[in-house]
């Protein structure tokens, strides 16, 4: 019963995020400067990465519901094999009574008065009674103890079955969800893309207006000497201050290269070796900058947050559930302290990156995390709204 409510909560969320999918596209108000349209551009990249958070946990949400249906209809063929065999069962004593009752009437039936005339002794005669209407009544009783777990187990397969009917709906509205969601991303990214052509529109005229200016105030100028030495000091002082900082961001990068190598993983206090662990994130580095892409786990082409790190973790042999929480409800719980580079990092139904849906990602170590987001397969600070860290194995 506690699961029909919890799948009927689910199929109302399903309604309630339809309706909200059903709004129309955006469209842009009247913006007179370059400043304002950068305003409307920027609520509206917002507004297609709030929109790529919700298609990502949506399609988390249908990984699970498809991985509870295979387990539901697992239960249901387990059970129907009970079914049959209790009905064999039951076909085995029910011909083995009939058997009895066949041989006892070819034989003559047997009766009170042959019991008697067949007894030497009173003795003899109460053993023949008692052993007669033990046997019946043990062939009765197992028939219908047979009967009974029969009954109950086909009591269990309806029960499932209406279960399976039930996960079977959701995954109908989960799925409908989603292309929705994918049909208001899709018109949000065709606005952004208006949007930021306007921008540049409006820039390169602000520029040219802007040059305008400049060439007429550089004609008033040119009288003056004095002045446009002034000026041509200036820039050569600008100059040398641009060479200055560029070596020194040069000089910085050089010394900060080393920062976007992984972490290099020595020892482990639990799960995957320490070899296992180096494999699952020199795997994982291999696929930065692959695009996010719902439900696929396609290495160099696209993956989603728990398809990448069932791939990485394929590669060091170990094999999990295409689903965040699947994943999450086979790992050990861990502290932060615990974490070891290649344990696994859990947003569980929070507003953390999945927006009210579950996320995954792997840990690198020094604070960092790998994952698959909605701006595709990046490395970066480990960030609020963790609901557990876990350990696989």
């Given at each position: 019963?506690?699961?029909?409510?919890?799948?009927?909560?689910?199929?109302?969320?399903?309604?309630?995020?339809?309706?909200?999918?059903?709004?129309?596209?955006?469209?842009?108000?009247?913006?007179?400067?370059?400043?304002?349209?950068?305003?409307?551009?920027?609520?509206?990249?917002?507004?297609?990465?709030?929109?790529?958070?919700?298609?990502?946990?949506?399609?988390?949400?249908?990984?699970?519901?498809?991985?509870?249906?295979?387990?539901?209809?697992?239960?249901?063929?387990?059970?129907?094999?009970?079914?049959?065999?209790?009905?064999?069962?039951?076909?085995?004593?029910?011909?083995?009574?009939?058997?009895?009752?066949?041989?006892?009437?070819?034989?003559?039936?047997?009766?009170?008065?042959?019991?008697?005339?067949?007894?030497?002794?009173?003795?003899?005669?109460?053993?023949?009674?008692?052993?007669?209407?033990?046997?019946?009544?043990?062939?009765?009783?197992?028939?219908?103890?047979?009967?009974?777990?029969?009954?109950?187990?086909?009591?269990?397969?309806?029960?499932?079955?209406?279960?399976?009917?039930?996960?079977?709906?959701?995954?109908?509205?989960?799925?409908?969800?989603?292309?929705?969601?994918?049909?208001?991303?899709?018109?949000?990214?065709?606005?952004?893309?208006?949007?930021?052509?306007?921008?540049?529109?409006?820039?390169?005229?602000?520029?040219?207006?802007?040059?305008?200016?400049?060439?007429k105030e550089a004609?008033?100028?040119?009288?003056?000497?004095?002045?446009?030495?002034?000026?041509?000091?200036?820039?050569?002082?600008?100059?040398?201050?641009?060479?200055?900082?560029?070596?020194?961001?040069?000089?910085?990068?050089?010394?900060?290269?080393?920062?976007?190598?992984?972490?290099?993983?020595?020892?482990?206090?639990?799960?995957?070796?320490?070899?296992?662990?180096?494999?699952?994130?020199?795997?994982?580095?291999?696929?930065?900058?692959?695009?996010?892409?719902?439900?696929?786990?396609?290495?160099?082409?696209?993956?989603?947050?728990?398809?990448?790190?069932?791939?990485?973790?394929?590669?060091?042999?170990?094999?999990?559930?295409?689903?965040?929480?699947a994943q999450c409800?086979?790992?050990?719980?861990?502290?932060?302290?615990?974490?070891?580079p290649g344990d696994?990092?859990?947003?569980?139904?929070?507003?953390?990156?999945?927006?009210?849906?579950?996320?995954?990602?792997?840990?690198?170590?020094?604070?960092?995390?790998?994952?698959?987001?909605?701006?595709?397969?990046?490395?970066?600070?480990?960030?609020?709204?963790?609901?557990?860290?876990?350990?696989?194995?």
């Open positions: 019963m506690l699961q029909r409510h919890h799948i009927g909560r689910r199929l109302a969320s399903c309604a309630l995020a339809a309706a909200l999918v059903a709004q129309g596209a955006p469209t842009a108000a009247l913006a007179v400067t370059s400043a304002e349209l950068q305003s409307q551009l920027d609520a509206a990249q917002e507004e297609l990465d709030s929109l790529g958070h919700q298609v990502q946990a949506a399609g988390e949400d249908l990984h699970e519901t498809q991985y509870q249906l295979e387990v539901t209809g697992e239960q249901i063929e387990e059970t129907k094999g009970l079914i049959e065999q209790r009905q064999a069962e039951l076909d085995e004593a029910q011909e083995i009574l009939s058997r009895r009752v066949a041989s006892n009437y070819k034989a003559g039936k047997t009766s009170l008065a042959s019991i008697l005339l067949a007894s030497s002794s009173f003795n003899e005669l109460v053993a023949n009674v008692y052993y007669a209407n033990k046997v019946y009544q043990q062939d009765a009783e197992a028939i219908d103890s047979v009967k009974e777990a029969r009954t109950a187990l086909e009591e269990e397969q309806t029960a499932l079955e209406e279960k399976q009917a039930e996960q079977e709906e959701l995954l109908e509205q989960q799925e409908a969800q989603i292309e929705q969601l994918k049909e208001r991303e899709a018109a949000q990214a065709e606005y952004v893309d208006n949007l930021d052509a306007e921008v540049a529109a409006k820039l390169e005229e602000e520029r040219q207006a802007e040059l305008e200016r400049q060439r004609e008033e100028a040119a009288a003056r000497a004095a002045a446009e030495a002034e000026a041509a000091a200036k820039r050569e002082a600008e100059e040398a201050a641009a060479r200055a900082a560029a070596e020194a961001q040069a000089q910085e990068s050089a010394e900060g290269s080393q920062a976007d190598t992984p972490t290099e993983v020595t020892s482990s206090t639990g799960g995957p070796s320490a070899s296992q662990r180096n494999t699952i994130i020199s795997a994982a580095y291999t696929q930065v900058g692959v695009p996010y892409s719902f439900g696929s786990c396609s290495p160099g082409s696209g993956f989603d947050c728990s398809g990448f790190v069932m791939w990485c973790y394929a590669q060091a042999g170990i094999s999990l559930p295409h689903s965040s929480a409800g086979i790992s050990t719980s861990v502290s932060y302290s615990q974490l070891q696994l990092v859990f947003w569980m139904g929070t507003g953390g990156a999945s927006t009210g849906g579950n996320h995954v990602a792997i840990y690198l170590g020094n604070g960092m995390i790998i994952h698959a987001n909605y701006n595709g397969v990046e490395a970066v600070s480990l960030y609020s709204g963790v609901t557990s860290y876990g350990v696989i194995g």
